[in-house]
Nanobody
Framework: ELVQSGGGSAQNGGSLRLSCAAH????????MGWFRQAPGKDMEGVAT???????TYSDSVKGRFAVSRDTTQNILYLQMDNLKPEDTAMYYC?????????????????????WGQGTQVTVST
């Protein structure tokens, strides 16, 4: 089970942090990721973190977002800085996830896949 917290509203250029509390096995053994879906648009990848701890990002967030994990607290984070209105979306954590970000590649929805409940991020001008 993945339980998300954080998010909310921010001004253009502001910052928010998302958290995803995970079972210990997920943090240590699986690649995990953050994904988002804006109204009327398809789900897209944002950032992934390999189980070796190395991150990759979509071009749209590279340099502004940072994915990290705390293997002692079993929490996955997404630090979002310099937010833009186009970052407005529902954000989800998921595991297992692709170990490297690949455009258009999303985790499955089968029994072995877990998704967080979603967290709304709204960025205003």
């Amino acid at each position: 089970e993945l339980v998300q917290s954080g998010g909310g509203s921010a001004q253009n250029g502001g910052s928010l942090r998302l958290s995803c509390a995970a079972h210990g096995a997920y943090i240590r053994e699986y690649c995990m990721g953050w994904f988002r879906q804006a109204p009327g648009k398809d789900m897209e990848g944002v950032a992934t973190i390999h189980n070796d701890g190395s991150p990759t990002y979509s071009d749209s967030v590279k340099g502004r977002f940072a994915v990290s994990r705390d293997t002692t607290q079993n929490i996955l984070y997404l630090q979002m800085d310099n937010l833009k209105p186009e970052d407005t979306a529902m954000y989800y954590c998921a595991a297992p996830a692709p170990c490297r970000y690949v455009p258009g590649v999303l985790p499955g929805r089968g029994e072995r896949n877990s998704w967080g409940q979603g967290t709304q991020v709204t960025v205003s001008t």
